[in-house]
């Protein structure tokens, strides 16, 4: 069974240590701008959610990809952009309807989150444990939604 990760919305601190350790691991260097997950933050709310690429079954950033630099990896069934292909619009950044789809401004290359070949880092150094490995079913598809309509009520 496939793994994904789940983030635990009501354990998330806001600390950002996901994105710095995110940032070193795939860049070499601690700059959370170029991190593959971000952490929303909502101030009135004082909630704090880690968000990253969902790797969603019918894409929108793959769609409006104007180089189609973007595609399912055959092996991992991960959304994973070409670096060497990619021109830097941002459009598949602007139609993430989750937020996840992340954007090296220095590289101008798009970014998306690999789940660290199937160890995630960000995992590994939460120190809420509010981000988790888990077998993807749908209980954790379920859960993703519930937090979503807390956040975004129709």
């Known amino acids: ?79 994973i952009p070409d670096r060497e292909l990619c021109v830097g619009c941002g459009g598949c950044v602007s139609v993430c309807p989750m937020f996840g789809a992340g954007f090296d401004g220095l590289e101008k290359k798009a970014l998306r989150c690999d789940l660290c070949q199937g160890d995630p880092t960000c995992v590994k150094y939460c120190p809420a444990g509010a981000i988790r490995f888990v077998d993807r079913d749908q209980s954790e598809i379920d859960k993703k939604r519930a937090a979503a309509r807390k956040l975004y009520p129709r």
Do not use: Y
């Not at 635990?8 to 601690?30: A, P, Q």
């Open 1 to 79: 069974m496939a793994k994904v990760l789940a983030v635990d919305s009501e354990r998330c601190m806001g600390c950002k240590l996901c994105e710095v350790v995110c940032s070193v691991k795939k860049e070499r260097v601690s700059d959370p701008s170029r991190s593959r997950i971000h952490v929303l933050l909502w101030e009135r709310e004082k909630g704090a959610l880690p968000v990253f690429c969902q790797h969603c079954e019918e894409p929108l950033c793959a769609l409006v990809c104007p180089v189609n630099a973007i595609k399912r990896e055959e092996s991992t069934g991960l959304i």
